[in-house]
């Protein structure tokens, strides 16, 4: 009678486990076999910044907008991006969702500086600002990593 009730409580058990393509994880709401991914780097050269407002005036800062032909309306409606500030340590690369937030101290000057993104159909735009409104100098070439999810 002990053999049947383990053997009855063993199938039980067995029976009662999922494997891992029926699992909670794999069958959530809106999982799809077919996930789709886009990812590149963007570099924008120090040139390419655009100053918004006038030099060291109120609310300025710098944009660059970069078109994009990846970016449309299915990603927009029902996708996600996402950016990142590609910085190096040495040799090796270090990648920094975007916003970064930075402070900085020379002294009794203190600012921040903040790199951040919006986008649209069709376009990202790259926004670098400064605490002090301080836009004297251009920020220096930056490179970006671009991850869209559909």
């Known amino acids: 009678m002990r053999k049947i009730l383990l053997f009855l409580l063993l199938a039980t058990l067995l029976s009662a486990c999922d494997n891992d393509s029926d699992s909670n ?3 959530r709401p809106g999982w799809e076999d077919n996930q ?3 990812v590149y780097t963007i570099t924008i050269n120090a040139k ?3 100053l918004v407002g006038d030099v060291n ?3 300025s800062f710098y944009r660059c907008i970069v078109d994009d032909r990846y970016l449309d309306q299915n990603i927009f409606d029902n996708g996600s991006v996402m950016v990142y500030l590609i910085q190096y340590d040495g040799n090796t690369p ?3 969702p975007l916003p970064y937030i930075m402070h900085y101290a020379d002294g009794d000057n ?4 903040t790199f951040s993104y919006d986008y649209s159909v069709g376009s990202l735009a790259f926004y670098v600002t400064y605490s002090d409104f301080f836009t004297g100098n251009k920020p220096g070439t930056c490179q970006f990593k671009v991850v869209m999810h559909w």
Request: avoid cysteine.
């Open 94 to 96: 270090v990648q920094t």
């Open 110 to 113: 203190l600012w921040t500086e």
């Open 57 to 59: 005036g109120d609310n």
């Open 25 to 27: 994880w794999n069958n």
């Open 36 to 38: 789709n991914w886009e």
């Open 48 to 50: 390419d910044w655009q």
